[in-house]
């Protein structure tokens, strides 16, 4: 499976983005799907996920409230939706995958393919 992001780009605080996660084979529906990201000088970290059914998701409590995962099988499509958005989001954003058991689904070491990753910056 190979990833493409796309979506970030520069915004003010408070502001909105979406970012997509399209995938070159129709086998993502084997897989969760995560967002994760990583600011300069920090480890990257897990942000959201998205059960390979899409009947659960799963965020980090830094995000939840503010960001939703989905995810269109149909379109081979994950997506993140961020609101509120604040200047500790700024990071490169990442989209993989995982075929971890749900009780590590936010161990970003536990995503295996990944994106090339997309720029967001939030700042005024």
């Known amino acids: 499976v190979q990833l493409q992001a796309s979506g970030g780009g520069m915004v003010q605080p408070g502001d909105s983005l979406r970012l997509s996660c399209e995938a070159s084979?129709?086998?993502?529906?084997?897989?969760?799907m995560g967002w994760l990201r990583q600011a300069p000088g920090k480890e990257r970290e897990f942000v959201a996920a998205v059960r390979r059914d899409g009947g659960y998701t799963y965020y980090a409590d830094s995000v939840k409230g503010r960001f939703t995962i989905s995810r269109d099988s149909a379109k081979r499509t994950v997506y993140l939706q961020m609101n509120s958005l604040k200047s500790e989001d700024t990071a490169v954003y990442y989209c993989?995958?995982?075929?971890?058991?749900?009780?590590?689904?936010?161990?970003?070491?536990?995503?295996?393919?990944w994106g090339q990753g997309t720029q967001v910056t939030v700042s005024s």
């Open positions: 084979s129709r086998t993502l529906a084997q897989y969760h």
């Open positions: 993989a995958t995982t075929r971890v058991v749900i009780s590590s689904i936010r161990d970003a070491k536990m995503y295996s393919t």
